[in-house]
Structure formats: structure tokens, C-alpha cells
């Protein structure tokens, strides 16, 4: 007879196969009654809805637990949607801006367009839902996929969507936008649809991005045809940028913008820097006296798949979701040497910019050293082998409970050269503190540390100010979070901006 162990084995074999066919979702039909409630009462099946399910790992059982859902949403929507309606649907136009723009964050409702739609709201997991509404879609050629989404085309999405999308989601529709390669994109839709206001508006949005020429050609060529465009600007209340034509990915442009963005609001809110402190052996001598209580460990995760060595852990027997508390130690004594280690970098790194060098550069040159400090021994351990420090990510990551999903990891060798060089020409200290750690856990560049590196990166800003180093208690993880997710989904940074102010009580010199 099988052993229990023996049995759950068997179907996570069955769930491993179902995930290897690329599945998004599995309904109950997929899974025999026993294998489906043998892995819901394990923890690696969760149910959304009735009779669709996702994968999910026992270790995030908790109360109130998300990730998993918002790590499996998108792929979720596209298999329960094609399950729903073939090939006739898309996402909205709006939507499909965001995407393009990179911004795969997930919303609290997805808006779905079809011509089987019943304009009914279905209900997920986390107050989050899908509307499908029943619109026809675009032609054939105005569609594209991506991964197995439906979205319009980007010119197509651009002349579709709502004009108050513009001024609601400014930093999506300015880095879709950059994308945006010639007026030619964007014209043989304009004049057959006879759009003369939307070409308005799309040359206003075009010129504040620093696109003369495309809007010039979109007012021209329509003029030319008989239409009477008078261009306008979208984005009005907002300073005019001009955005990189060469960037491979328009995650660049939206880092640019939203650190535009943000600036002020970091300034209005955040105390003034007092300056580079006079004496800077006290200054460090305090930061050692702070350093039993700066260890704080990292948010970020991995994925959720079922691998083969799990499935024989299982069936050996050795499977044991409560770790051994041995094993836990030295994974806890390793991670404390790592901290230590990377703790002394990032001291050298403060007393650089103690002594005057610039910032931005000095993050820019030792960020890296501070990620192989923090890992290695680990490494030498043989808990982490020695791929994990080679650098940037190569796969992508989730963040526990949130919404924003990070960048893909083709794109985060763009974006960071763009974060330092941002650190490098910000003149205000207060920024380079908030954006500079923002900026870096919203990117999460690495597989694992992401926090605990972004915490030290604003240490390293506050000194170049002159600020106190400053340790984010434990009791105020919920509050740190929450502020980090009203940045990352909603683009809104006071919160964090006055979480960290109030952490400002100490003057070293």
C-alpha cells in the first residue's frame, strides 16, 4: 500500500504535468477528485473561483496570503478567458497601454473586450475581479499578443482609449508613447477613422515627450487630407520631458518619468538635508553603534512551480514543510555573516561619500560588492551555489502581497544604468533617499536581497545629506509595505516619503 507521502507524490506528478502544458489555471477537470483535494489540503492547489484553481506553495498558507494569486494572474486570466471565449476577446485599450508601457501591475478589475461578452463582473481572489463587455474588437491586424494576452495594437490602443486616461495614468500613456517609432504608426488609423481630435491630442502628447517631428507630421498630414486638428496638450499639468528614442525598453522611460514625477512631492515632504556632517568619525562611530539592530531580512520570493526534486522529497519521505530547526539555524547564522559582511562594504561606501565623492556614483560602483557580501557565505556554505552571485537576475520575481509585479529581467539591464545615472544628476538629497531606495526594490534586481540592499542604499543617500542612518523598525513592516505599495501600484509617494521622515530623529554631527 502507498505510503501518504507516496500518494501526494502522484499527484503532484499530475500537477507538474498540467504545469509543463503551460496551463494558467487548472479546473477541476484536469485533476481527478482525489488529486485535487490531496493538493488543496497540502497547500499546493488554491482555489480562485469555483472550479478553476492555481498552483501555490505550502509555506504561503498564511492567513491572508496573496502571492501566489498575483504571481499567477495574468496567465490565469488568459487560460479562464480562451476557455470563455475562444479567441474572441482582447483587453481593453487602456489596459493594453499599461502593458506596453511595461506596467504589469495587477488591477483590481481587468476589463475585457468581446463580442460574447455579458457585460457581468466575475469575482477573483483579493477584492480583485474581471468585466468582460461585450464591444467588438479591433481588426486582425490592429490585435497583437503578448505571452497569451490579447491586446490591441499600441497605435490602435493609443487612438482607443478614453481621454481621461491620459491625465489618470500619465506615466503608462508618456512611456507607451516613447515607443513610438514614426508618425507613420500612428497616421493610417487617424485618417481612415477621421480621428481629427484624438489627432490633436496625440500630437500635444507626442511634442510634451520632446516628438517634434512625429507631432508635427500628424497635424501636417491631417490638414493636408481636410481635417481640422487643433492640437492639445494631455499632459499640461506636467512638465514636458524629452524621453530616450534609443531605449530597448520602455520600463527606462517610465523610471525616468516617475522619478520626474515624484521629486516634488519628496521635496515638499521630506525634512531639508543638514549638510555633510563635520565630524565623520562619530558619524560612523554611530552607524556601528546602530548595526545590531539595521539586519532586517529580505521581502522578496521566488516562483511557485513544482520541480522534480520536490516531487521525490515528497516520495522518499523527506519532504518537511517545517524545516528543521537546525537546518534553520544555520541558514540564520549564515545570513547574519552575510549581513555582517555586506554591512562593512556599505560603511566604506558611506565614509566615500562622507569625504565628498558624488553618490550616484559611488552606489553605482559598489551596490554590487554590498549583493556578494550579503550572499557569499552562503555560497560557500553550498546552500546558494555560485551562479546565485553573479549578478542581476536572469528569471522573473514576485513580491510577497503586492500588486506590482517587477520588471522582466530583459529589462532590468536597461533600467539600472537609468537609476544611477538619475541618482548621479539629482541635486536634491531628500530624493536620492526616497527614489533611490524606491526605485530599487520597485526594479528588484536580484533573485534574492532586493530589501535589504534598497535599505542600504538609503543609508548610503542619507549620509551623502547628512542625515542620521536610519533602521525601519520590525513593528513598522505593515506600514513600510503598505507605503512601498502605494508607490509601486497607485504612483503615489507621499506615503513612503513621510514614512521615512518621521524615522529622521537623529543628528550625528
Avoid at 107 to 125: A, D, E, H, W, Y
Avoid at 252 to 278: E, H, K, S
Avoid at 417 to 437: A, I, K, N, Y
Avoid at 482 to 495: F, G, K
Amino acid at each position: 500500500m502507498a505510503t501518504p507521502s507516496e500518494k501526494l507524490a502522484q499527484s503532484l506528478e499530475t500537477l507538474h504535468k498540467l504545469q509543463q502544458q503551460g496551463l494558467g489555471a487548472i479546473r477541476s477537470a484536469d485533476l481527478t477528485r482525489t488529486h485535487r483535494e490531496r493538493l488543496v489540503s497540502n497547500g499546493f492547489l488554491q482555489e480562485v473561483m469555483k472550479g478553476w484553481y492555481i498552483p501555490s506553495r505550502p509555506d504561503d498558507g498564511l492567513s491572508g496570503e496573496s502571492t501566489a494569486w498575483y504571481a499567477a494572474f495574468w496567465d490565469f486570466c488568459s487560460t479562464y478567458l480562451e476557455h470563455r471565449f475562444g479567441t474572441d476577446w482582447c483587453l481593453s485599450p487602456e489596459q493594453s497601454i499599461s502593458l506596453y508601457a511595461d506596467n504589469h501591475s495587477v488591477p483590481k478589475q481587468l476589463l475585457v473586450r468581446s463580442p460574447k461578452g455579458g457585460n457581468n463582473i466575475t469575482t477573483f481572489l483579493y477584492g480583485t475581479s474581471l468585466l468582460d463587455v461585450r464591444l467588438d474588437l479591433p481588426d486582425e491586424k490592429h490585435m497583437n499578443e503578448m505571452g497569451s494576452l490579447r491586446l490591441f495594437s499600441l497605435p490602435a490602443a493609443l487612438i482607443s482609449c478614453s481621454p481621461e486616461y491620459f491625465t489618470q495614468n500619465p506615466t503608462d500613456v508618456r512611456a507607451a508613447l516613447s515607443i513610438i517609432r514614426d508618425a507613420s504608426e500612428i497616421l493610417p488609423l487617424l485618417l481612415e477613422r477621421g480621428k481629427s481630435i484624438v489627432a490633436g491630442r496625440l500630437a500635444g502628447a507626442f511634442r510634451n515627450i520632446g516628438r517634434e517631428r512625429i507631432a508635427d507630421e500628424i497635424v501636417k498630414t491631417m490638414r493636408a487630407a481636410g481635417y481640422d486638428v487643433r492640437e492639445s496638450d494631455p499632459f499640461k499639468n506636467l512638465p514636458a520631458i524629452t524621453l530616450s528614442r534609443h531605449t530597448p525598453s520602455p520600463y527606462a522611460n517610465r523610471i525616468r518619468l516617475m522619478w520626474q514625477q515624484m521629486r516634488q512631492t519628496v521635496i515638499d515632504a521630506f525634512p531639508p538635508a543638514p549638510g555633510l556632517p563635520v565630524n565623520v568619525k562619530t558619524y560612523l562611530e554611530h552607524v556601528d553603534d546602530l548595526y545590531p539592530a539595521d539586519a532586517y531580512n529580505s521581502l522578496s520570493i521566488e516562483g511557485y512551480r513544482v520541480s522534480h526534486e520536490l516531487i521525490e522529497q515528497v516520495r522518499s519521505g523527506n519532504w518537511n514543510p517545517d524545516a528543521s530547526m537546525q537546518d534553520r539555524s544555520q541558514r540564520d547564522a549564515l545570513a547574519a555573516r552575510g549581513y555582517w559582511m555586506a554591512f562593512q562594504a556599505v560603511k566604506e561606501s558611506v565614509q566615500r561619500v562622507l569625504n565628498g565623492e558624488t553618490p550616484g556614483t559611488v552606489a553605482d560602483e559598489d551596490h554590487r560588492d554590498w549583493y556578494r557580501q550579503l550572499f557569499a557565505p552562503s555560497v560557500t556554505a553550498g546552500i546558494l551555489s555560485p551562479a546565485d552571485l553573479a549578478g542581476y537576475r536572469n528569471s522573473q520575481v514576485f513580491i510577497r502581497r503586492s500588486m506590482h509585479v517587477p520588471p522582466r529581467c530583459e529589462a532590468v539591464r536597461d533600467v539600472m544604468p537609468v537609476l544611477f545615472e538619475l541618482l548621479h544628476d539629482e541635486q536634491e538629497p531628500s530624493v536620492r533617499v526616497v527614489l533611490g531606495h524606491f526605485m530599487f526594490v520597485y526594479i528588484h534586481p536580484y533573485m534574492d536581497g532586493n530589501g535589504r540592499i534598497g535599505r542600504f542604499l538609503m543609508n548610503v543617500m542619507l549620509a551623502a545629506g547628512g542625515y542620521p542612518w536610519v533602521v525601519i523598525p520590525v513593528e513598522q513592516r505593515d506600514s513600510y509595505m503598505e507605503a512601498l505599495e502605494a508607490a509601486s501600484v497607485e504612483q503615489d509617494i507621499r506615503p513612503f516619503t513621510k514614512f521615512l521622515a518621521t524615522l529622521i530623529n537623529f543628528d550625528p554631527s
